[in-house]
Each structure stands twice: as structure tokens, then as C-alpha cells.
């Protein structure tokens, strides 16, 4: 005998709702791990989560429960070895000028020596 809650379903009611407007509920097992990636390099990090597909007739849906940790990641250079010896060659500077102004310039070669020739670096 299943009890039900005032103003509540039970869980055949439920399942059987959600077979007539199509909707299909899966666990996914042994899941280890489970990361979103933001376009800034920020992430985020779930460890063992719990996640679940639900899949409607509008396309599918996860859902992830479970602790996360929000993850900062520095970005990585912009620039290439090769950057580097064409800006000290053309601009005349030492390495670490050189790096120092292809990071202002966001790793663009050409802007950097720019920089360096217009006295900003």
C-alpha cells in the first residue's frame, strides 16, 4: 500500500505521468568526475557526483548533484618562442622586455613591438 502525502505524488504517479508526456529519467553510474569549462578558463569541478539524463521529446537535460570546487586557472601565454626572438630581434630588447610586452599586447607580435618603439614598455 503506498501512502501518499498530502499535495504530494506517489512515485507510480509520477513515473507514469512522465511516460505520457515522454519523458525518460537515467542514472548514470560510477561517475568519477564531472567538469564545466567557462570561455574565461574558470571551471568547475564536481568529485563523484551523482548525475542524470533526463530526456524529454525538447532534447536532454543532466543534472549533477554532488560537492564542487570552483577552479581558477591562470591562462596560459598567448605566445610562442618564436614570438619572443621576433620582438627582441625587431624591437631590439632583451628577453624579458620582450615577454613583458607581448603579455600587454595580448600576445601579438606586431603591437608589442609597437609598444616597445613607442616608449610604453
Given at each position: 500500500?503506498?501512502?501518499m502525502?498530502?499535495?504530494?505524488?506517489?512515485?507510480?504517479?509520477?513515473?507514469?505521468?512522465?511516460?505520457?508526456?515522454?519523458?525518460?529519467?537515467?542514472?548514470?553510474?560510477n561517475?568519477?568526475?564531472?567538469?564545466?569549462?567557462?570561455?574565461?578558463?574558470?571551471?568547475?569541478?564536481?568529485?563523484?557526483?551523482?548525475?542524470?539524463?533526463?530526456?524529454?521529446q525538447?532534447?536532454?537535460?543532466?543534472?549533477?548533484?554532488?560537492k564542487?570546487?570552483?577552479?581558477?586557472?591562470?591562462p596560459?601565454?598567448?605566445?610562442?618562442?618564436?614570438?619572443?626572438?621576433?620582438?627582441?630581434?625587431?624591437?631590439?630588447?632583451?628577453?624579458?622586455?620582450?615577454?613583458?610586452?607581448?603579455?600587454?599586447?595580448?600576445?601579438?607580435?606586431?603591437?608589442?613591438?609597437?609598444?616597445?618603439?613607442?616608449?610604453?614598455?
Amino acid at each position: 500500500m503506498i501512502l501518499m502525502i498530502p499535495g504530494r505524488i506517489n512515485p507510480r504517479q509520477l513515473r507514469n505521468l512522465m511516460k505520457q508526456f515522454g519523458i525518460q529519467i537515467e542514472e548514470l553510474k560510477n561517475v568519477k568526475e564531472v567538469t564545466i569549462t567557462f570561455e574565461s578558463g574558470e571551471k568547475i569541478h564536481f568529485t563523484r557526483p551523482s548525475v542524470t539524463i533526463i530526456k524529454s521529446q525538447e532534447g536532454e537535460m543532466f543534472q549533477i548533484i554532488g560537492k564542487y570546487e570552483l577552479v581558477r586557472e591562470s591562462p596560459s601565454e598567448a605566445f610562442t618562442e618564436e614570438d619572443i626572438r621576433i620582438v627582441m630581434e625587431k624591437a631590439n630588447v632583451d628577453r624579458d622586455q620582450a615577454i613583458k610586452a607581448l603579455k600587454k599586447a595580448d600576445g601579438n607580435p606586431a603591437e608589442a613591438i609597437m609598444l616597445i618603439l613607442s616608449g610604453e614598455i
